[in-house]
T-cell receptor
Framework: AQKITQTQPGMFVQEKEAVTLDCTYD???????LFWYKQPSSGEMIFLIY??????QNATEGRYSLNFQKARKSANLVISASQLGDSAMYFC???????????FGKGTRLHILP | GAVVSQHPSWVICKSGTSVKIECRSL??????MFWYRQFPKQSLMLMAT?????????EQGVEKDKFLINHASLTLSTLTVTSAHPEDSSFYIC???????????FGPGTRLTVT
């Protein structure tokens, strides 16, 4: 069974600073995928970034990068130059196959301070 | 990007009644759709996997007779909450797999309030 752990229930960060959201995972499957989603107050799930377990390089998407440390089973999300609009709930998630069900962590609520 | 819609976006119903929520993939065919439930300030919990033309697979602890799922076509899955009770009040989110790209797309969610 897969498990996602997010240990930071909430974070406060000053605008324009970089922020790292922690995520660890556990699975016995050799092939898996890791996701990060943003959920603003509207409730919609916004896909941010994906990392495959066999990808050699860390995934990056604009201001988002995923710090993938396979041996430590961690997949931290790094947001550079945070903006007020980044305030939201962030979920780390994983699936065994790209087209399989996604298991979510408990989430981290990020507050960006002006 | 691909779009998944849900209807209604919010619904209020009386205890004991049934309510149907639709999940549609608008510009792609989805052989598989998932239904999640999210209580306030909590994470998304997978309820069931819906495959076109076959019975849904429910996660442990989810009552299949209470949460009826029908995946009648490659673009539509429905979740019917039967005999709803206040404890069923939640945010229900669906996702759909584009069978060409294997990408998964989430719907905007449906907020159900049972009074």
């Amino acid at each position: 069974a897969q498990k996602i752990t997010q240990t930071q229930p909430g974070m406060f960060v000053q605008e324009k600073e970089a922020v790292t959201l922690d995520c660890t995972y556990d699975t016995s499957d050799p092939s898996y995928g890791l996701f990060w989603y943003k959920q603003p107050s509207s409730g919609e799930m916004i896909f941010l970034i994906y990392q495959g377990s066999y990808d050699q390089q860390n995934a990056t998407e604009g201001r988002y990068s995923l710090n993938f440390q396979k041996a430590r089973k961690s997949a931290n999300l790094v947001i550079s130059a945070s903006q007020l609009g980044d305030s939201a709930m962030y979920f780390c998630a994983m699936s065994v196959n790209r087209d399989d069900k996604i298991i979510f962590g408990k989430g981290t609520r990020l507050h960006i301070l002006p | 990007g691909a779009v998944v819609s849900q209807h209604p976006s919010w619904v209020i119903c009386k205890s004991g009644t049934s309510v149907k929520i639709e999940c549609r993939s608008l510009d792609f065919q989805a052989t598989t759709m998932f239904w999640y439930r999210q209580f306030p300030k909590q994470s998304l919990m997978l309820m069931a996997t819906s495959n076109e033309g076959s019975k849904a697979t429910y996660e442990q602890g989810v009552e299949k007779d209470k949460f009826l799922i029908n995946h009648a076509s490659l673009t539509l899955s429905t979740l019917t909450v039967t005999s709803a009770h206040p404890e069923d009040s939640s945010f229900y989110i669906c996702s759909a797999i584009d069978f060409r790209s294997y990408e998964q797309y989430f719907g905007p969610g449906t907020r159900l309030t049972v009074t």
